[in-house]
């Protein structure tokens, strides 16, 4: 996924939280849930590609 506008804030189960800022990038392992927030005023655009077809679960929040 590659971050177009906004500020992002990205957890992966046991993983350090990544900040995304416009042109950065990150790679998503298959299967490993993870949370992202939006942390700026300006709304946060993603451009996201896969490379199999995809298998999202929306997981509930513990907190």
């Not at 996924?1 to 298959?30: E, I, R, S």
């Amino acid at each position: 996924m590659v971050l177009v506008a906004g500020k992002l804030q990205l957890t992966y189960d046991d993983q350090k939280m990544a900040v995304l800022k416009p042109g950065t990038y990150a790679y998503g392992p298959a299967k490993r849930p993870h949370k992202g927030y939006c942390a700026s005023v300006v709304p946060c655009v993603l451009f996201i590609a896969f490379e199999s077809p995809l298998d999202a679960v929306p997981v509930e929040s513990t907190k």
